[in-house]
């Protein structure tokens, strides 16, 4: 197997792949410095600008019967042979990814993590280090990781302005695909918004396309433009197109990481936005709220879903990564000042979220209100036993699978007896998360009662 990997490692190397170990490329013996300065051309530069942001990431992974469907990327995405390398208990997995934020936050694809047990990350340095998975999403094929351990402040790449593309425009596929140094590939940006769909639906509508080839470990890794900002995510390449690549736009990547960089995410707190941003078609770049989460400060304060933000403490806004940046290192107490299109301004403060009883808890983060079920409470809903709690309501919009009536079994790994069980199952729990519950209801077929099981994900809000 290792004689295989190195194989076609230098078969990649040969085809063509452009590899720069983590030395300073520019100082070679013997050059003439007048034919090296007139040899750095603005691709030269932008590759050198962005290396330092680029990490390589391995990972050992469970890899028993992987389920097909929108669940496994890879079944949508072909991953290449020097991807995924298996043994009979584990997966060796081999990918990119990009440093965003200077303290050890790092974005890459879904599928480069999926299953993953072990993640190490190898910085362009050569130092590496252990990092855990904070979010994932495999629709969007976005993974958010953090860097364990890691002493000093990182680089984090610059980002282009979302949807700022230019058809034909060049465009650069970067990766640290083996944790040696770099692989590069050049072409141009052949077409956006292009569609993929699987099993009949469209999971994505917003590709960007090109010719620069994403080479087998380059997923994960950043797409940028002849300035050396970042445009969007290499993805692997498609099966019925093998000699295109395709790349996650970073309106995407920056709206699915808004709504994980949040202070609810990452401790008991409260604030209550959630922001976005799109390019509208007129070419305004648009940072707006696609959430306010009810009942918060943010809520409080009058600020509603659909509320374009301009400023932030009285500072123009036009970079959504910056705020992201922003408020996902908030704490509690802490103050942010949000300024509207209609120059209204709302002064907002971090809470803590107070402790409370477990059936107030249930209403507040799960959205449901829970009551015991008493015998004769058992008896009108026909329920062969009596004891746990009952779903006795549910919000608006309803819960998928859940319904008034059903009786509260269990909530992760914790059984549901009384309401001090739900404090214990969702306390630590933020929001983002899901929780898996099994549930039981009772179905009359023919006048006689049955109990069904059912396990539905439930989203803590």
Request: glycine content about 8%.
């Amino acid at each position: 197997m290792k004689s295989n990997f190195l194989f076609k490692t230098a078969i990649i190397f040969l085809a063509g792949t452009a590899f720069f170990p983590p030395v300073n490329y520019y100082c070679a013996a013997g050059d003439d410095s007048d034919s090296r300065q007139s040899r750095i051309t603005p691709t030269v530069q932008a590759i050198a600008k962005v290396l330092p942001c680029v990490v390589n990431l391995s990972t050992e992974k469970i890899i028993d019967a992987a389920p097909q469907g929108l669940n496994n990327p890879g079944s949508i995405f072909n991953t290449a042979p020097e991807e995924t390398l298996f043994d009979k208990q584990k997966g060796y997995s081999l990918g990119s990814g990009c440093i965003i934020d200077q303290s050890g936050l790092v974005v890459t694809n879904a599928h480069v993590v999926y299953r993953a047990i072990k993640i190490n990350i190898t910085l362009y340095d050569g130092k590496s280090y252990l990092a855990e998975v904070l979010a994932a999403d495999d629709l969007n094929d976005i993974a958010l990781l953090k860097i364990n351990g890691v002493s000093g402040e990182l680089k984090p790449i610059p980002l282009a302005a979302p949807g700022d593309l230019l058809l034909g425009e060049t465009v650069i596929v970067v990766g640290n695909p083996f944790g040696l140094g770099s692989t590069i590939s050049q072409g141009v940006l052949s077409a956006v918004g292009r569609k993929v769909t699987h099993n009949e639906q469209v999971v994505f509508s917003d590709l960007l396309q090109t010719d620069a080839a994403v080479y087998p470990g380059s997923s994960g890794g950043p797409l940028i433009n002849i300035t050396g900002s970042m445009i969007g995510i290499n993805t692997a390449i498609l099966r019925e197109a093998q000699a295109i690549g395709f790349a996650i736009p970073l309106q995407r990547v920056e709206n699915v990481l808004a709504a994980w960089l949040i202070p609810e995410r990452f401790a008991n707190v409260s604030l209550g936005i959630i922001p976005a941003v799109q390019r509208m078609k007129d070419g305004d770049l648009v940072i707006f709220l696609k959430e306010v989460i009810k009942d918060s400060p943010a809520w409080e304060a009058g600020l509603r879903t659909g509320d374009r933000i301009t400023k932030i403490d009285d500072v123009e806004l036009d970079d959504l990564m910056a705020l992201s940046r922003r408020l996902w290192k908030m704490q509690a107490g802490e103050k942010i000042a949000v300024t509207t299109t209609d120059n209204k301004s709302f002064k907002l403060k971090v809470e803590k979220m107070l402790p409370a009883d477990g059936g107030k808890l249930c209403e507040v983060k799960l959205g449901i209100t829970v009551q015991p079920l008493t015998k004769d409470l058992s008896q009108a809903l026909h329920y062969p036993f009596a004891g746990g709690l009952v779903v006795s309501g549910l919000p608006e919009s309803g819960i998928k699978d859940v319904e008034r009536g059903d009786v509260l079994l269990r909530l992760g790994d914790i059984a549901v007896n009384n309401t001090n069980d739900i404090t214990r199952a969702i306390k630590d729990r933020h929001f983002g998360d899901t929780i898996p519950a099994l549930l039981v209801s009772v179905h009359n077929e023919y006048g006689r009662y049955f109990l069904q099981r059912k396990i539905v994900e439930m989203q803590i809000k």
